[in-house]
């Protein structure tokens, strides 16, 4: 009811139950606050993105790299033996 909270929080990495061995299988979001004081901007990082439009509340997904082939992860992944 106060407006915005948080707005030095530029974006958030968004990701469920990672581990060493779902590198491959889990992916990685940065969700952009759309209030933020400093919004990153979308080409700061190739992964894939999720922003909000205000005053519409409108999610739009953009698409990018997987993390794992960023961070270098083999695929497959884990090795087999």
Known sequence: PNGPRHRLVSAVSIVHQLSASNL???SVTLIHNPWAT???PLDALPIPQTTISVPDG???RHDGRDHADIIG???PWPVPN
Do not use: S
């Open 24 to 26: 491959r299988t889990k």
């Open 38 to 40: 400093n919004p990153l």
């Open 58 to 60: 409108r999610i739009h």
């Open 73 to 75: 992860v083999p695929n």
